[in-house]
């Protein structure tokens, strides 16, 4: 298994509240993601980042911030939870070897906003 | 965003059956992986596909990389009740993005 870990598993918030989501790894890999995972709406890209300090946004960004400081960490931030972003968050990493790229992802997050 | 057809959505087989299900894409892509999810857990890796016409296979389980470059295709073989799960197709184009589809539920009968 890749070493991927999240933190916390599970969240439940109010409304209103900042919420941070903690992706670690330690396979040194270049790329990491995050995205949402919805009922009907598959895996949903929110950023990812390409290196420390380098970051992009993805599909469903809006609401959503996030950091890379060293190569291990990546963290999303939730500013003011919404009850729309209720959901599953995923943490990815993959290594980009040419053509060659596979993605492996963490457990998840299971975030509740009420 | 986009998003890829995969089809179909659900299935319920009985023990031993075999099963396929496909993905499909407007877009051309490099890479196509196909991954399983089963509740509570994060997806995981089962079969990456690097070139056009790509066959490779993964004990029970067999994956192509369609020629036009825009579908995949997985098959699972004698199934068993542990088959049993969500399973996700993704692409990546020219990019480092990866696109997925919205997943085929694999009910296995025993």
């Known amino acids: 298994d890749a070493g991927i870990t999240q933190s916390p598993r599970h969240k439940v918030t109010e409304t209103g509240t900042p919420v941070t989501l903690r992706c670690h790894q330690t396979?040194?890999?270049?790329?990491m993601y995050w995205y949402r995972q919805d009922p009907g709406h598959g895996l949903r890209l929110i950023h990812y980042?390409?290196?420390?300090?380098?970051?992009d946004k993805g599909e469903v960004s809006d609401g959503y911030s996030v950091s890379r400081s060293k190569t291990e960490d990546f963290l999303l931030t939730l500013e003011s939870a919404t009850s729309s972003q209720t959901s599953v968050y995923f943490c990815?990493?993959?290594?980009?070897?040419?053509?060659?790229?596979?993605?492996?992802f963490g457990p998840g997050t299971r975030l509740t906003v009420l | 965003g986009q998003q890829l057809n995969q089809s179909p959505q659900s299935m319920f087989i009985q023990e031993g059956e075999d099963v396929s299900m496909n993905c499909t894409s407007s877009s051309i892509f490099n890479t196509w992986l196909w991954y399983k999810q089963e509740p509570g857990e994060g997806p995981v890796l089962l079969i990456a596909l690097y070139k056009a016409g790509e066959l490779t296979s993964n004990g029970r389980l067999t994956a192509q990389f369609g020629i036009t470059r825009k579908d995949s295709f997985l098959n699972i073989s004698a199934s068993i009740p542990s088959d049993v799960g969500i399973y996700f197709c993704a692409g990546q184009g020219t990019g480092n993005q990866f696109y997925f589809g919205t997943g085929t539920s694999l009910t296995v009968i025993p």
């Open positions: 980042s390409y290196g420390v300090k380098d970051t």
């Open positions: 990815a990493i993959s290594e980009s070897q040419g053509a060659a790229d596979t993605q492996y």
């Open positions: 396979e040194n890999h270049r790329y």
